[in-house]
């Protein structure tokens, strides 16, 4: 692989962008894989970027029923933070975050990342009780996040309406290194760094089924034919339940639509991303100038990539409250991703029934952030049947009710 | 916009006069069950991709609990129906398969 530099861009700008290579490699299906990865959205791929990283497995394939980063990768909000309440999550979130900063360089690929400040406005009593409370959690966990008050909220986005008579600002949850990153960029980049590796990532190729044999996995069927491997990672976030059927087993999982929307871009105007959880809405300015707006998930099963519009109304509505300069804005583009939903609203990395099957799903509405850290941990649980950062996530936490629950840390959709 | 008729009191009912329910015909465990049992009730769920029965109560208007058929792929609604039934009703299941021939209740 050549390597992306500024030298290269001076070579290739004498010689008409002739000598670009193509960023990878999409062979025919080999017979046999020693790690089957379904799903090359950013956690597939991450994972499998670390299966060979960190742990020397490289006869690997990743499978895509569509498009390389095609599913919730490319539908997020682009949103990177780890405030989170709970220990578990707080370890993988910021494992998540701190790889962030230098992915760029680890995979020479240009991911954006800008850690402009997240901050999580407290617009009711129980929220500046709960984000004191995660603050205090953060120190202890050492997540460098920090309690503000109202004026220094509106010193770091100035168009914020902090004494609105329906949503006050009455301060907020601020953790300067979080940010956003180009989330088509993270996806694109891991893909390029496996076929670097030798590995095949093989798109447009539905799994239709898994292949056991005693009670372990012993291949895939697919629309290109049966593929034999060892170990099988299901990272399809939305689509976990269908891919847990086929595998013979049950997830505690529903899938809702989650949806999002972007303004017409504009001059910059906010240079932090700004949640606001009580009324379901969080806004961002990408480096275009859109105004990235995030709104609920649906209360009902969906697997339809589409919103609804009342959701739309009740995030604009608050989100103009809390920021009146927007209300003339035109909305360019809305969508909606499928995510996955686990009732303690935490994700689940595990071992799975089936022997040599392993699943890593349930990220619900905030995958994004965790990619690199849910792959580091998925990949060291697939090579070696354990991960410190994934063991708290396992299946059976259910069963057990060791729940990891952020339903409440967090709010709302996070 | 999804919109629902409710069986009770038969109006059109859009989502936000809705309030969602999750699945119906859940079949309870309760104390002396098996792990395995009690696990599956609470936390386990099919999560299927096509048609669908759910709970929804008309949240803002009469106040009661309903069932639906909806489908989760495309958000074709088959029907609905009383909530006083632990299955779904040979009414609703022919109303689904006079549109999809080829399902069957698993």
């Known amino acids: ?414 | 916009m999804l919109t629902l008729t409710c069986p009770y009191c038969g109006i059109a009912a859009c989502e936000t006069e809705l309030a969602p329910g999750g699945e119906a015909h859940l079949k309870r465990f309760g104390p002396g069950s098996s792990d395995d049992d009690f696990e599956g009730y609470l936390f386990l769920r099919p999560n299927v991709k096509g048609v669908h029965f759910e709970r929804w109560r008309h949240a803002m208007g009469c106040g009661k609990w309903f069932l639906a058929a909806r489908c989760t792929a495309t958000l074709e609604v088959f029907g609905t129906y009383s909530a006083q039934t632990p299955e779904p009703t040979a009414e609703i299941i022919a109303a689904i398969r006079a549109k999809r021939p080829d399902w069957s209740l698993t």
């Open chain 1, 1 to 414: 692989m050549r390597r992306y530099s500024a030298f290269a861009i001076a070579r290739e700008a004498m010689r008409h962008h002739s000598g670009w290579d193509r960023a990878w490699r999409s062979p025919a299906p080999k017979a046999r894989y020693d790690a089957i990865i379904v799903g090359a959205g950013g956690h597939g791929l991450a994972t499998a970027y670390y299966l060979g990283k960190n742990h020397g497995i490289r006869n690997v394939a990743v499978i895509e029923k569509g498009w390389l980063g095609g599913g919730n990768t490319g539908r997020n909000t682009t949103i990177i933070r780890s405030n989170y309440l709970q220990d578990p999550s707080a370890a993988i979130y910021e494992k998540a975050r701190s790889l962030y900063e230098t992915l760029s360089q680890d995979l020479n690929y240009n991911i954006m990342f800008s850690p402009r400040g997240v901050m999580m406005l407290a617009q009711t009593e129980h929220e500046i009780r709960g984000y004191q409370r995660t603050a205090h959690a953060n120190a202890l966990q050492g997540v460098a996040t920090e309690y503000i008050s109202p004026r220094r909220v509106k010193e770091l986005c100035p168009i914020i309406n902090i004494d609105g008579p329906r949503y006050p600002v009455l301060g907020a949850l601020w953790q300067p290194r979080g940010g956003t990153a180009r989330h088509d960029a993270v996806a694109w980049g891991y893909a390029r760094a496996c076929s670097d590796m030798g590995m095949d990532i093989i798109q447009q190729t539905e799994v239709t089924g898994v292949r056991r044999e005693g009670g372990r996995v012993v291949g895939v069927d697919t629309t290109r034919g049966t593929i034999a491997c060892d170990k099988l990672g299901i990272v399809v976030a939305g689509h976990s339940g269908v891919m847990a059927e086929r595998a013979g087993f049950r997830l505690p999982i529903e899938s809702v639509a989650l949806q999002a929307l972007v303004s017409e871009p504009i001059k910059p105007v906010m240079d932090v991303v700004v949640m606001a959880n009580t009324v379901h809405g969080y806004m961002s300015q990408s480096d275009k100038g859109e105004m990235v707006i995030g709104g609920g998930a649906d209360g009902y099963n969906n697997y339809t990539q589409r919103g609804s519009f009342h959701h739309v109304e009740e995030t604009v509505r608050a989100l103009v409250e809390t920021f009146p300069m927007i209300s003339r804005l035109k909305m360019l583009r809305w969508w909606g991703g499928i995510v996955d939903m686990t009732g303690d609203r935490s994700p689940i990395i595990s071992k799975t029934p089936v022997d040599g099957v392993f699943v890593n799903c349930g990220w619900g509405t905030g995958g994004f952030k965790a990619i690199p850290g849910s792959g580091w941990a998925m990949a060291e649980l697939m090579a070696k049947g354990q991960s410190p950062l994934a063991d708290a996530f396992s299946l059976d936490r259910f069963r057990e009710g060791r729940f990891i629950d952020e339903s409440v840390a967090a709010g709302v959709a996070h």
